[in-house]
């Protein structure tokens, strides 16, 4: 039911909108914890191993009991309002995007708008608007995420003000670059392997068997966010590095801070500092978020999908009726 299919059309661009925002409402609330570790292990400058002491986090269950201790359970959903507001807007944009851009597809050339490569590239291009829609609430959800105690931003409103008066209006878009190159082959390619792999799915679970088709979605889901997010994570490190740029004094009691110049610079000097490796710290949990949050999208997507059309095929079948 993603992408558009002639041949079973029953869910409108506003449905779709209405889908994915639903989706992404409730996978964010399920997957936080795991967005807060990997973003705070993304901004760790030190190793994250126990074998450097000056390293705050060294692995998932130290991090979680340290952050557990010392900032309590809550610390877990930190940002949580503007990540549901991400969450909500990127999934509203993209799934509307998506079901437009497939349907144009069909309408205006000669591809089949359920083959993957098509997915692959309307997938990307979707993601990229919405990545555009939702920025500034990207960069507010990191710097709620990464902010230790005591907090610099007490609520939303007041970082809002502050960094708009401290910083400038351009500080939403931080980190703008390497999330639009990160996000179309992610995305792309996300869309790309969920349809490669529905479509393997069809010879290995009998049409009939109609109680295993969510499963299908969610397995199909979480293997290619796995996929693509391994393919794309270390555009992910750069981007979190520059959105709390300017954000510094609130990275103190994590440990060391830097201050980049742009996309390349940072680049240049993860590479320098913190080799190879840098451009990966945060993996595992970042995997587990993909893993999970992916799935979770797609199968509620197409549960939410699968209820309106099913609320509207009453009102179908009474206008053949009449």
């Given amino acids: 039911m993603v992408g558009y299919d002639p041949e079973a059309k029953c869910v409108s661009a506003a449905e779709a909108a209405a889908a994915g925002s639903a ?50 359970l809550a610390a ?19 799934f509307m ?22 997915h692959l590239v309307c997938g990307g291009l979707a993601a990229c608007t919405a990545t555009v829609a939702v920025q500034p609430v990207d960069t507010l959800r990191t710097r709620f995420a990464a902010q230790g105690e005591p907090k610099i931003y007490p609520n939303l409103r007041h970082a809002v003000v502050t960094m708009y008066h401290t910083e400038g209006p351009q500080t939403f878009y931080r980190g703008l670059t390497p999330t639009l190159v990160a996000i179309f082959p992610y995305a792309g390619l996300q869309f790309f392997f969920y349809n490669i792999l529905q479509q393997f799915s069809k010879w290995v679970i009998p049409a009939e068997a109609k109680h295993a088709a969510s499963m299908k979605d969610l397995l199909c ?3 290619a966010g ?19 740029g300017g954000f510094e004094h609130a990275r103190a009691a994590f440990g060391q801070v830097r ?27 970042s995997l587990l978020k993909a893993a999970f949050s992916s799935g979770l999208i797609f199968f509620w997507y197409e549960l939410f999908c699968g209820l309106l059309c099913t609320l509207k095929s009453p009102e179908s079948t009474k206008r053949k009726e009449g």
């Fill in 259 to 285: 201050t980049y110049g742009g996309f390349l610079d940072c680049m240049r000097q993860i590479m320098r500092e913190e080799g190879p490796g840098g451009f990966f710290k945060g993996l595992s949990p």
């Fill in 97 to 118: 995007a998506f079901e437009s851009l497939t349907e144009l597809v069909h309408n205006v050339t000669s591809f089949d708008a359920r083959h993957s490569f098509v």
């Fill in 23 to 72: 989706s992404g409402l409730v996978t964010r609330v399920l997957v936080s914890p795991l967005d807060v570790l990997k973003i705070r292990f993304q901004l760790q400058i030190e190793q994250l191993s126990s074998r450097n002491p000056a390293a705050k986090y060294h692995g998932i269950v130290q991090a979680v009991q340290r952050i557990l201790q010392e900032e309590g």
């Fill in 226 to 244: 796995v996929v693509s997010k391994s393919l794309t994570y270390p555009l992910d490190v750069v981007k979190k590095r520059l959105q709390v």
């Fill in 76 to 94: 877990f959903w930190k940002g949580h309002v503007p990540a549901q507001f991400l969450s909500v807007g990127f999934g509203a944009v993209q």
């Fill in 221 to 223: 889901g979480s293997c």
